[in-house]
């Protein structure tokens, strides 16, 4: 009998054996086990740390939301890697491998991946002073370098940023450098509204200025009455005026698009002209001399 044969005849005997198939199907028990354990308890984690920042929310002290969203976050983060690596290490101690030796083993691979990884452990530490300074939460909308968008996760290692067309950026926290965030202050918005030179500015700043007046309570988005501030550019064809609004966080551009929608209703009402293109044409013949207005291409 060769070495071949008696290796099937070994792995045969092993094979047919009762108490391998029993050894078989009380570890696969166990692995099973292990793992609905484990995603019990991350769930029950979850869940209790979700009502233990609901409570704080509810205490009469001071609590920034951003900062709360953020930390409910990272822990539950943090919850599911310990115990899903604690899960990992008891499934392979069921399958008889050497814990002790793949730890040991582990520490001096980590050790030298250390200091290759220099990247990594330079993302680790920028995400934990962005939490810890609270930079930005988890909600606040940012521009960071090219990206614009609603921060929707913060980890130690990368941060992930919806942007404004529903696209994804999931960027390395070791990356990021300088940040805007329109989350914090109150916005501006800014808006020009062109006068055509034939209207009477006198009357138009008034219907405005009433305007402005009455607009805060239309629009609870608003602050404070924004402010007409007067005359900004003497364009060819038209005068600019500026108006500014103080608005909650982040809703300046909607409350420029609604100001400017309220002014032009406003402005016809009232009879001012919003300028359009002109053109002006005159007659050669000397008894015709008085200037032809064309408007929008006609004659």
């Known amino acids: 009998m060769n070495v071949y044969e008696k290796m099937v005849d070994k792995l045969w005997e092993k094979f047919s054996s009762e108490d391998t198939w029993i050894a078989i199907g009380e570890g696969s028990l166990r692995i099973i086990i292990t793992l609905l354990l484990a995603g019990i308890v991350v769930r029950i984690g979850r869940i209790i740390l979700r009502n233990f920042f609901r409570l704080r929310s509810k205490s009469p002290l001071t609590v920034s939301e951003r900062r709360e969203n953020t930390l409910l976050k990272l822990l539950e983060n943090i919850i ?6 604690m899960a990992i290490i008891n499934i392979l101690e069921i399958l008889t491998f050497n814990i002790k030796g793949l730890l040991a083993g582990a520490g001096v691979v980590g050790l030298a991946i250390g200091f290759g990884a220099q990247n990594l452990v330079r993302d680790v530490i920028t995400g ?57 202050h109150n916005s501006i918005a800014i808006i020009d509204v062109s006068i055509a030179y034939e209207s009477d500015i006198q009357k138009a700043e008034k219907v405005i200025e009433e305007l402005l007046q009455v607009l805060p309570g239309k629009y609870e988005e608003i602050v ?55 053109l002006v044409t005159y007659s050669r013949k000397e008894q015709q001399e008085k200037p032809v207005e064309v408007k929008h291409g006609g004659e």
């Open 128 to 184: 934990f002073f962005i939490i810890f300074e609270d930079q930005f939460s988890v909600g606040d909308y940012v521009r960071i370098g090219q990206f614009e968008g609603t921060v929707e996760e913060i980890g130690l290692r990368t941060t992930k940023i919806k942007g404004i067309n529903g696209e994804l950026n999931v960027l390395p926290n070791g990356g990021i450098t300088e940040v805007t965030n329109f989350s914090i």
């Open 80 to 85: 599911s890697y310990v115990v899903y690596f």
């Open 224 to 278: 404070a009455p924004p402010q007409l501030l007067g005359i900004q550019n003497l364009a060819a064809s038209d005068i600019v005026l500026r108006i500014t609004a103080e608005t909650l966080p982040t809703n300046h551009w909607y409350i420029a698009r609604m100001i400017r929608k309220e002014i032009k209703l406003c402005l016809d009402q009232n009879g001012i002209e919003i300028p359009y293109p002109r």
